[in-house]
C-alpha cells in the first residue's frame, strides 16, 4: 500500500478528458489500485480522488463519503466510467478540491443527481444522490472530464481566485 503523490493545477493530465476503460483489462489491478486511492485520500482529508489525480489516465474516481459521527468510518463508492444521468435543483457552496491544495471558493452545483457507472466488481449501477455525495458525484465527474472546481466560479471572481492560485502554487510540492 502506498500514498501516492497527487498531481496538482497546471499539470496537463488534469486538463484531459479520459476514455472509458475496458473493466475486464483493469481489473487484476483494480483491488490494489482502489486501496492506494483510498489511502491517500484520507491521508490527505479528501472526499474523493479521481484517477487523474493519481497520474492516471482511467476514467474512475473514488468518493470518501464522511460518517455521520466523527468516529464513524467513511463509506467508499467506486465509481468507474460515471456517467450523470439526471440532475436537478442548484445551490452555491463552497468547494475545494486536493488538486488545488488550500484553495476554497463557491461554486454552484445540482442537488440532486443521478449517476450510472460500474462499481468496483464490474457490476452497473445507477444512484440518486442529493447533499454532499451529489456535490461530490459532480466533483468527480468533472475531473474525468478535465475539468476543475474553479471553472464554475462565478466569472466576477475569478481574477480573484486567479491570484490566490498564484500566491498558493509557490508552497506546493
Ligand atoms: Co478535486
Given at each position: 500500500?502506498a500514498i501516492?503523490?497527487?498531481?496538482?493545477?497546471?499539470e496537463p493530465?488534469?486538463?484531459?478528458?479520459?476514455?472509458p476503460?475496458?473493466?475486464?483489462?483493469?481489473?487484476p489491478?483494480?483491488?490494489?489500485l482502489?486501496?492506494d486511492m483510498?489511502?491517500t485520500?484520507?491521508?490527505?482529508?479528501?472526499?474523493?480522488?479521481?484517477?487523474?489525480?493519481i497520474g492516471?489516465?482511467l476514467?474512475?474516481?473514488?468518493?470518501?463519503?464522511p460518517?455521520?459521527?466523527?468516529e464513524?468510518?467513511?463509506?467508499r463508492y467506486?465509481?468507474?466510467?460515471?456517467?450523470i444521468?439526471?440532475?436537478?435543483?442548484?445551490k452555491?457552496?463552497?468547494?475545494?478540491?486536493?488538486s488545488?491544495?488550500?484553495?476554497?471558493a463557491?461554486v454552484?452545483?445540482?442537488?440532486d443527481v443521478t449517476?450510472?457507472f460500474?462499481?468496483e466488481?464490474?457490476t452497473?449501477?445507477?444512484?440518486?444522490?442529493?447533499g454532499?455525495?451529489?456535490?461530490a458525484?459532480?466533483?468527480?465527474?468533472?475531473?474525468?472530464?478535465?475539468?476543475l472546481f474553479i471553472?464554475?466560479?462565478?466569472?466576477k471572481?475569478?481574477?480573484e481566485?486567479k491570484?490566490?492560485?498564484?500566491?498558493l502554487r509557490?508552497?506546493?510540492?
Open positions: 500500500m501516492l503523490h497527487v498531481t496538482k493545477y497546471g493530465i488534469l486538463r484531459q478528458k479520459l476514455k476503460v475496458d473493466y475486464q483489462k483493469i481489473a489491478q483494480l483491488p490494489r482502489l486501496k483510498e489511502e485520500c484520507l491521508a490527505v482529508h479528501g472526499v474523493g480522488l479521481a484517477a487523474n489525480q492516471l489516465p476514467r474512475l474516481a473514488i468518493i470518501l463519503l460518517g455521520e459521527k466523527e464513524d468510518p467513511p463509506k467506486v465509481i468507474i466510467n460515471p456517467k444521468v439526471a440532475k436537478q435543483g442548484e452555491i457552496e463552497e468547494e475545494g478540491c486536493l488545488l491544495p488550500g484553495l476554497w463557491e454552484k452545483r445540482y442537488t449517476v450510472e460500474l462499481d466488481t464490474g452497473p449501477k445507477k444512484m440518486r444522490a442529493r454532499l455525495l451529489a456535490k458525484f459532480q466533483h468527480e465527474v468533472d475531473h474525468l472530464d478535465g475539468k471553472d464554475l466560479v462565478d466569472p471572481s475569478k481574477p481566485v491570484k490566490i492560485i498564484k500566491k509557490a508552497q506546493w510540492d
